[in-house]
């Protein structure tokens, strides 16, 4: 079962348009300069009434979120791990009980992949802002894209490891 290593980098923030400024320059490494490859990334916001939804995502098609087909990859499986009512809020499970299962493999696969510390801290980090992005991507783009999220209030980086073929196979069984 070969691992893919990846980063999770949690960036909290008090306003949710800063969330958004550093999602798209995240992406313009991505679209524009070609600095990065592959990643996941999703921008959540915690509204008054304590709720989590998912306001915008992008997924790399080469990953899993090709295979689910509605765009789910590890950035919104690790949202999902740690504030599993987002997926409600934001359409992910409407449809067949098929999607909701695929998004739970998916989830499941991206909490596996951290370390039950390395959750519960990210969890706690996500908790402390009124919006979060959360960016997975290859290791070696550390830098570009926690420069890319300028507008932070805090940065961490986490482990993440995942197996990229078992995620493939558990979405379409489910």
Do not use: C, N, W
């Not at 997975?136 to 209030?153: H, L, N, P």
């Amino acid at each position: 079962m070969p691992l893919d290593t990846f980063f999770a980098y949690l960036g909290t923030y008090s306003d949710l348009d800063d969330a958004l400024a550093d999602y798209a320059a995240v992406k313009t490494l991505h679209t524009e300069l070609d600095l990065i490859d592959a990643y996941d990334a999703a921008v959540i916001e915690r509204r008054d009434d304590g709720k989590v939804r998912i306001v915008k995502k992008h997924e790399t098609p080469t990953r899993a979120g090709g295979v689910l087909g509605g765009g789910v990859g590890l950035a919104t499986g690790l949202v999902i791990a740690l504030f599993p009512a987002a997926a409600i809020g934001t359409g992910l499970l409407a449809g067949t009980t098929a999607a909701g299962a695929a998004l739970g493999a998916v989830a499941g696969h991206a909490a596996a992949g951290m370390s039950r510390k390395d959750l519960k801290e990210a969890g706690e980090q996500l908790d402390e802002g009124t919006a979060a992005l959360v960016v997975v991507g290859a290791s070696d783009m550390a830098s570009k894209i926690e420069s890319a999220m300028a507008k932070a209030e805090k940065v961490e980086t986490k482990q993440l490891e995942a197996d990229q073929d078992a995620i493939e196979a558990d979405a379409r069984e489910a």
